[in-house]
């Protein structure tokens, strides 16, 4: 799993490699991808990983099951990072409160109060208004998509992987059809044999289809 890499969009990978797999004629059942999650998952799961296992619950577990507790243990260390923030800007605004109000009742005259904001306090005012910000959904459909089969084929390179798979490998390589979704993934030993396995699909994927690939997109 990818430092950055949220919950959704890495379960989501591994099952499009479990659904490869499934295709190829082996069988993935619950247990084995749920045991298979917990032990790549980052070290900030650590704590509800162990709860996982602890519980005895791995064996009927569903992916469903496990992904739904996951997404809510991301959601309490999102919060907790959160609310630092903005109790650092809460006493900020504290503290320059009581200035003001001991400048108004210096001398025996009233000023009219007036807040200054600290200019050193402007990087995290700007932080919290972004963080606050609604933001659109993506699109349902790209304005982009293919408009016939090998057009545009989209391909990851992705690892190094632990556990490594059956056949010992650590890596694999997705390509995916814009056009059809069409799925294939090749396991590598070492990220070396990338061009000779895109070598050999786009012979294949050529002759299958009749079509030449025209162009390849990657991150």
């Excluded at 989209?154 to 490594?164: A, L, M, N, S």
């Amino acid at each position: 799993m990818k430092n950055s890499e949220t919950i959704f969009d890495y379960i989501s990978r591994v099952l499009l490699v479990v659904n490869q797999l499934e295709r190829n004629g082996e069988e993935m059942e619950d247990s084995r991808v749920v045991e298979k999650i917990l032990r790549s998952l980052d070290p900030k799961f650590d704590h509800i990983v162990v709860a996982i296992e602890e519980s005895n619950d791995t064996e009927t577990m569903t992916v469903d099951e496990l992904s739904g507790k996951l997404q809510i243990h991301e959601d309490k260390i999102k919060r907790r990072n959160k609310e630092p923030i903005e109790q650092a800007l809460q006493a900020k605004m504290n503290i320059i409160e009581r200035k003001d109000d001991t400048n108004k009742n210096q001398g025996g005259r009233e000023y009219g109060k007036k807040i200054v904001i600290d200019r050193s306090a402007r990087p995290t005012l700007e932080a919290c208004l972004v963080g606050k910000q609604h933001q659109h959904g993506f699109p349902n459909e790209s304005i982009s998509r293919a408009k016939a089969s090998l057009e545009l084929i989209h391909t990851d390179v992705c690892g190094p992987i632990d556990p490594t798979s059956l056949g010992k490998n650590i890596y694999f390589l997705l390509f995916i059809d814009d056009y059809s979704r069409k799925t294939w993934v090749s396991f590598l030993k070492q990220k070396s044999e990338v061009f000779s396995t895109f070598k050999r699909f786009k012979a294949l994927v050529e002759k299958q289809s009749g079509y030449q690939i025209k162009a390849m997109r990657s991150d």
